[in-house]
Every structure is written in structure tokens, then in C-alpha cells.
């Protein structure tokens, strides 16, 4: 791919210097089409439907939503999928339980476990999931291997990252990375590769000083803290490749991490909120679930 791909270039309005938009949602098409057939060989290879469990423990309207959009996404490619939904007085050993019971169900090679609960121990419950079906990558075996660089299981969301980054053209050696957020899940795993691909990276978080004086020098700023347009225009460095993690809703509206009215006018590329990372999640899920599938 050419280092200014029009395709992804949605087009802003010509009055604001417009960054350029990277669209998650063509990106994860283009992925979606390829787990179509990958599925399609696993079938004909190993004579299975692949199968994917989500598990959601007393969890917000908005992740209800996101397991229906995964469930839909699995059935346009031809998975298999069962959600299951656990209410406020399940506990902890309960999810443990449900999570054994799929480990042993063969029409499931993939376990997808929503954030849990406060009450709820994430590593303990993650540690139940059969390494194999851990669509997530984030079973501290897969993490460990994946620090010493066996790429088998890799965390969906920075997976997806990733794409959105190679898509711009961006030569990462020796580049300036920042990380804002530090979650096992992303921020974490994304500094990871980022590095991998020989740039220099900094993670901030939320005891970090100076965050702006961090976020100006950064080529690529990739945001995941959780805190509604906390990155401004005046944080970002002019031309810089700027990814926004975050989901917020504010005012019955989804926003991002960036203040995108201001970010648009300084960034070199910008990921939407929606439409940005949050595609590609889902469609890295299943690049993902192929892998336990074999
Ligand atoms: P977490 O709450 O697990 O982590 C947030 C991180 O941000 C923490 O490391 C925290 O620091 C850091 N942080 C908080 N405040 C600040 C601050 N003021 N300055 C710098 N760092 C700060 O969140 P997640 O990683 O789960 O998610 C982050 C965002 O990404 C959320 O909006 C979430 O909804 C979204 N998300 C979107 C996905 C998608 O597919 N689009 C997938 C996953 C998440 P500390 O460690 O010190 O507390």
C-alpha cells in the first residue's frame, strides 16, 4: 500500500487542514473477507463450524450491544456463536464454572470474557480460560509468549491497532510512539509491538507529568485512558498518526479519547469515533478465533 491511500481518505470538509481519516470500518471489511476464508478452509480442512462464546457478567447496555454486533459479525462469516449472560449476583466461582464448561464444549475453540465486575479477580478468571480457546490472548501463558515474541495469541484490540498503523504507510524504525493508557488489554500490548517494530516508545498513565509535553513529540499517539477528549489539538505533533482506543458516551453520543474538532486540524491521520478501532476489534476477534480453530 502507497504511503497516502485515498481509499481510507474519507474527506473532511476543505475549509480545516483535514487530517486524513483511517476508516476502520473498510479496513475491517478487508479482514472480515479473509476470515470468510479462513473459515471456509478450517471448514473444509477439519470438518468444524467455528465456534465463539461471549460471557458478559452484569454488564452495561453498551457492552449487550457489542456482544449482539459480535454475535451478528460471527454469523456473516459463518461462526458459531452463543452469548452468555450472567446477572449482578453471579459470582466469581460461578464464571469460573461456565468458563471449565466451555473449555470442554467442542463446538466452542474460542472464549471471549467481557470486562468483569469490580468484586470480579480479571486474572483469576482469565486463568481458567483452556490456553487454546483464548481468542483474547491474554492468558498470562499467551502474554508470556507473546513477550518472548511467538506471535500464536495476540491481544485483539492492539492486533487491530496495528493494522490501522501499517495501513497509513508509516516507516515505524526509530519512530516517536506514545501510549496513553497502560490496561493489560491495550496499552500494554500495543507499547509492546510498537517496540517490536524498533520505534521508541513512552507510556503515560494516569501518574505520569507533563503528559502534553509527552503527546507533542509523538509520530504515533495511540490514546486509551477512558477519559472523554482528554487529547487536544495543542497535545498533538502536526502530521502525527493519532489513534483513539476510547468509547465514551457523553450526552447519549459516543466520543472518543481526542477532541477530533480540534486533533483534525494538526493530526497527519486520525482514527473516528465510531468507525476507527472498534471494527477492527471485532474483526481482529475472528482473525483470532481462525488461529484456535487450527
Ligand atoms: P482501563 O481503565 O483499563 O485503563 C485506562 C488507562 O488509562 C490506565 O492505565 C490509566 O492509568 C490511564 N489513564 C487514566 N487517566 C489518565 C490520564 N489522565 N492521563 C494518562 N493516563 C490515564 O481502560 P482500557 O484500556 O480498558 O480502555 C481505555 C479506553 O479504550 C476506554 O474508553 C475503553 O472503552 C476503550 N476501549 C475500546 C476498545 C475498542 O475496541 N474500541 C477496546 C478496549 C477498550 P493507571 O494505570 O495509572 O490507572
Not at 467442542?106 to 481468542?135: C, E, S, T, W, Y
Not at 477519559?227 to 459516543?254: C, F, Q, R, W
Request: aromatic share 4%; glycine share 10%.
Amino acid at each position: 500500500m502507497s504511503q497516502y491511500d485515498d481509499s481510507l481518505y474519507t474527506g473532511l470538509q476543505e475549509e480545516e487542514t483535514a487530517a486524513r481519516i483511517l476508516d476502520g470500518n473498510l479496513v475491517a471489511a478487508e479482514i472480515r473477507q479473509q476470515v470468510k476464508e479462513e473459515m471456509k478452509r478450517v471448514k473444509a480442512a477439519r470438518g468444524v463450524v467455528p465456534g465463539l462464546a461471549i460471557v458478559l457478567v452484569n454488564s452495561p447496555v453498551a457492552h449487550r450491544g457489542i456482544a449482539e454486533l459480535k454475535k451478528r459479525t460471527c454469523e456473516s462469516v459463518g461462526v458459531y456463536c452463543q452469548i452468555h449472560e450472567l446477572g449482578s449476583l453471579t459470582r466469581q466461582d460461578e464464571v469460573i464454572a461456565l468458563i471449565k464448561r466451555l473449555n470442554y464444549d467442542q463446538r466452542i475453540h474460542g472464549i471471549n470474557v467481557h470486562p468483569l465486575p469490580n468484586h470480579m479477580n480479571f486474572k483469576q478468571v482469565i486463568r481458567a480460560v483452556d490456553p487454546a480457546k483464548d481468542v483474547e490472548g491474554l492468558h498470562p501463558l499467551n502474554l508470556g509468549n507473546f513477550l518472548i515474541g511467538d506471535r500464536s495469541y495476540l491481544p485483539f484490540t492492539p492486533r487491530g491497532i496495528m493494522k490501522l498503523i501499517e495501513k497509513t504507510g508509516i516507516e515505524l524504525k526509530g519512530k516517536r510512539c506514545v501510549v496513553v493508557g497502560r490496561s493489560h488489554h491495550v496499552g500494554l500490548p500495543i507499547a509492546f509491538m510498537l517496540l517490536e517494530k524498533h520505534a521508541t516508545v513512552t507510556i503515560a498513565h494516569s501518574r505520569s507529568w507533563y503528559l502534553e509535553q509527552m503527546t507533542r513529540e509523538a509520530d504515533v499517539l495511540v490514546v486509551a485512558a477512558g477519559h472523554p477528549e482528554m487529547i487536544t489539538g495543542s497535545m498533538v505533533k502536526p502530521g502525527a498518526v493519532v489513534i483513539d482506543v476510547g468509547v465514551n458516551v457523553v450526552g447519549g453520543h459516543l466520543v472518543g479519547d481526542v477532541e477530533h474538532k480540534s486533533v483534525r486540524k494538526v493530526a497527519g491521520w486520525l482514527t473516528p469515533v465510531p468507525g476507527g478501532v472498534g471494527p477492527m476489534t471485532i474483526a481482529m476477534l475472528l482473525l483470532n478465533l481462525v488461529r484456535c480453530c487450527e
